[in-house]
């Protein structure tokens, strides 16, 4: 299967419940590439790379959250290779600052 990137914005009570957490630990199960980080507005905002399925499959698992958030949208659009730079250096993923 393919690969690709994929940005998501996820809205809804998403900050301040382990959401970060819960990304970042369903990535690395994957095995996916990315980061995630809080935005001021509220929301949280996450890059996926990697395998068509299991992109698909995390964006899914982003989209219900773990059971403290409730998300109420969550917006995907696709994303260049050059999104991965944000990362930090030798980090496969990232928890990066609020944004």
């Known amino acids: 299967m393919s690969a690709v990137i994929r940005q998501v914005s ?3 009570r ?3 419940v382990g959401y970060r957490a819960f990304v970042e ?3 690395a199960g994957r095995d996916l590439e990315g ?3 809080n935005r001021r507005d509220g929301s949280v905002e996450a890059l996926f790379a990697g395998p068509a399925d ?3 499959e995390m964006i899914a698992r982003c989209r219900r959250g773990p059971s403290s958030a409730h998300v109420t949208r969550l917006d995907e659009q696709p994303a260049d290779a ?3 730079n944000l990362r930090r250096p030798g980090e496969r993923f990232s928890v990066l ?3």
Request: proline letters at 5%; glycine letters at 10%; charged letters at 15%.
């Open 10 to 12: 996820v809205q809804g």
């Open 25 to 27: 630990w369903e990535a």
């Open 14 to 16: 998403v900050q301040g």
């Open 82 to 84: 050059d999104a991965l």
């Open 35 to 37: 980061w995630v980080r």
């Open 97 to 99: 600052p609020t944004l």
């Open 54 to 56: 299991a992109v698909a």
